[in-house]
T-cell receptor
Framework: AQSVTQLGSHVSVSEGALVLLRCNYS??????LFWYVQYPNQGLQLLLK??????LVKGINGFEAEFKKSETSFHLTKPSAHMSDAAEYFC????????????FGTGTRLQVTL | GAGVSQSPSNKVTEKGKDVELRCDPI?????LYWYRQRLGQGLEFLIY????????KSGLPSDRFSAERTGESVSTLTIQRTQQEDSAVYLC??????????????FGEGSRLTVL
């Protein structure tokens, strides 16, 4: 069965600093990987997704993620954090070849300080 | 509609009562999903609809939970004899093409259920 592990339930960075949110996946077949963001009192919004077209994926709001098969990772990064990036971030996986459910990680809450 | 619509946005009920949560997906989306998000936790899959059938209902936690979808549109999640541990935000999502594995899910803002 496919799953994702997000390391660190809480991450705090200073405004302007690098953001790195970690996600490792487990899948017996090539996966489809997603990052979602949830701002306070809002629904989940897609940041970016990996669909095997390119290993480096660029998303909205300056975020990007790199698919590394050798490390089974899909970490989310942003060069310079902004106060508005404070939110909960979820990594999710769907097994390739099917269109069933997304399996989500437990989430990482990003805090951005001045 | 423009997005996934869920109602009610907030529901407070007494233990033992039944509740119904409604989801209206984006028009034309054939796949519909229900998730549960308990306070401080990740998303827990409940059930997935493809059209009107439910190929995967493995996440329903007990027989008190049921869901249906009619006309390939609106879905209702019903919780019977609610318990305090049912308190959570129930999220609905839809996807435009159920046969595309790369398809993203579009989420509603959720229904917050509080069981007293």
């Amino acid at each position: 069965a496919q799953s994702v592990t997000q390391l660190g339930s809480h991450v705090s960075v200073s405004e302007g600093a690098l953001v790195l949110l970690r996600c490792n996946y487990s899948s017996s077949v090539p996966p489809y990987l997603f990052w979602y963001v949830q701002y306070p009192n809002q629904g989940l919004q897609l940041l970016l997704k990996y669909t095997s077209a390119a290993t480096l994926v660029k998303g909205i709001n300056g975020f990007e993620a790199e698919f590394k098969k050798s490390e089974t990772s899909f970490h989310l990064t942003k060069p310079s954090a902004h106060m508005s990036d404070a939110a909960e971030y979820f990594c999710a996986v769907r097994r390739g070849g099917t269109a069933s459910k997304l399996t989500f990680g437990t989430g990482t809450r990003l805090q951005v300080t001045l | 509609g423009a997005g996934v619509s869920q109602s009610p946005s907030n529901k407070v009920t007494e233990k033992g009562k039944d509740v119904e949560l409604r989801c209206d997906p984006i028009s034309g989306h054939t796949a519909l999903y229900w998730y549960r998000q308990r306070l401080g936790q990740g998303l827990e899959f409940l059930i997935y609809f493809q059209g009107n059938s439910a190929p995967d209902k493995s996440g329903l936690p007990s027989d008190r939970f049921s869901a249906e979808r009619t006309g390939e549109s609106v879905s209702t999640l019903t919780i019977q004899r609610t318990q305090q541990e049912d308190s959570a935000v129930y999220l609905c999502a839809s996807s435009p093409r159920s046969t595309v594995p790369s398809g993203e899910l579009f989420f509603g803002e959720g229904s917050r259920l509080t069981v007293l």
